[in-house]
C-alpha cells in the first residue's frame, strides 16, 4: 500500500509563493514518476506537473510553465512543487499522484495513468 500525503498549502496573495510537499510511503519511492494534479470546485483534475523517476526529466502544463518547479528527493520519499507568480486561477486543491509500473511518459498529463493518490491541499490565492 502506498501513503502520499501532501502539505504547503494556504492562502497567498497574487504574486506570492508557495511550496508544496508530498510525502510518500509504503514502497520504494524512487521507482517510479511522480506528478501534481489539481482541482478547482466544478472543474476537472487538471495536469499541474511530472517527474521522472531519477528527476532528469520533468514535464508542465502551459499554465503553469515557467512559475510552477516541480523535484523531488528520492532519499527524502519526497517531492515537491515551488510555486511562483501565483495568479487567482491558481485557486485549488492541489493533488500528489504516483505512477507504477504500468506508467506510460507519452500520456504523463493523464491522471488515469497514475496509481496512487494523496487527499490534497488547498492553495487560495487572493486578488
Known amino acids: 500500500q502506498v501513503q502520499l500525503v501532501e502539505s504547503g498549502g494556504g492562502l497567498v496573495q497574487a504574486g506570492g509563493s508557495l511550496r508544496l510537499s508530498c510525502a510518500a510511503s509504503g514502497r520504494t519511492f524512487s521507482d517510479y514518476p511522480m506528478g501534481w494534479f489539481r482541482q478547482a470546485p466544478g472543474k476537472e483534475r487538471e495536469f499541474v506537473a511530472a517527474i521522472s523517476w531519477s528527476g532528469t526529466n520533468t514535464y508542465y502544463a502551459d499554465s503553469v510553465k515557467g512559475r510552477f518547479t516541480i523535484s523531488r528527493d528520492n532519499a527524502k520519499n519526497t517531492v515537491y512543487l515551488q510555486m511562483n507568480s501565483l495568479k487567482p486561477e491558481d485557486t485549488a486543491v492541489y493533488l500528489c499522484?504516483?505512477?507504477?509500473?504500468?506508467?506510460?511518459?507519452?500520456?504523463?498529463?493523464?491522471?488515469?495513468?497514475?496509481?496512487?493518490w494523496g487527499q490534497g491541499t488547498q492553495v487560495t490565492v487572493s486578488s
Open positions: 499522484a504516483a505512477g507504477s509500473q504500468s506508467f506510460s511518459y507519452s500520456r504523463f498529463a493523464t491522471a488515469s495513468n497514475y496509481r496512487h
